[in-house]
């Protein structure tokens, strides 16, 4: 159960796109379509803001985009904003039933 | 509206057990699989443990298996987690959490507040 890779940090300017990696195997995020992303803020609980690859809960704004290709999931954020400025993780099902996270992205918005 | 409240946290020795609770609320418990999701301090997210809505089916990480049990009342619309044996490694916020829909790993929608756990001597 070895965590999904992420870039530790990604920077953007306000009104830029960024786009956040996360690698896997196909043992997780190339075995099935249940790639979901999370936004955490300082102190608060994750927020769920893609889920199914790319499927946004209702009340996400829809800068927020994701997409998958193999064993490598992205979440695209466009139009960047200072309130984006968060870390970011990425979760995939596994082959053995059970759920593995990215070791998060840093969003800092210059 | 779906509410998830944890307690149950504090300081442990190493080798100690704690028992955590999640009050619910706001959903038909009994309806969804639960889980729990830990975070060190500074750290990343880690899946623990999900239980299924009646409760007789679990799933563990690997980091936990054998050390903790997870399980539910669903007359009281609690979940708990049973965790024996902590290390200092366990140490985290731990959280509850739940999918909007029918497969508990599509999206955790729902999360309580945490519940910080230390364990030191």
């Known amino acids: 159960q070895s965590a999904l890779t992420q870039p530790a940090s990604v920077s953007g300017s306000p009104g830029q796109s960024i786009t956040i990696s996360c690698s896997g195997t196909s043992s997780d995020v190339g075995a099935y379509n249940y790639v979901s992303w999370y936004q955490q803020r300082p102190g608060k609980a994750p927020k769920l803001i893609i889920y199914d690859v790319s499927n946004r809960p209702s009340g996400v704004s829809d800068r927020f985009s994701g997409s998958k290709s193999g064993n490598t999931a992205s979440l695209t954020i466009s139009g960047l904003q200072a309130e984006d400025e968060a870390d970011y993780y990425c979760s995939s099902y596994t082959t053995s039933t059970t759920l593995v996270f990215g070791g998060g992205t840093k969003v800092t918005v210059l | 509206e779906v509410q998830l409240l944890e307690s149950g946290g504090g300081l442990i020795q190493p080798g100690g057990s704690l028992r955590l609770s999640c009050a619910a609320s706001g959903f038909t418990f009994s309806g969804y699989a639960m889980s729990w999701v830990r975070q060190a301090p500074g750290k990343g997210l880690e899946w623990v443990s999900v239980i299924y809505s009646g409760g007789g089916t679990t799933y563990y990480a690997d980091s936990v298996k054998g050390r903790f049990t997870i399980s539910r009342d669903n007359s009281q619309n609690t979940l708990y987690l049973q965790m024996n044996s902590l290390r200092a490694e366990d140490t985290a916020v731990f959280y509850c959490?739940?999918?909007?829909?029918?497969?508990?790993?599509?999206?955790?929608?729902?999360w309580g507040q945490g519940t910080l756990v230390t364990v030191s001597s």
């Open positions: 959490a739940k999918v909007d829909n029918s497969d508990w790993f599509r999206g955790f929608r729902h």
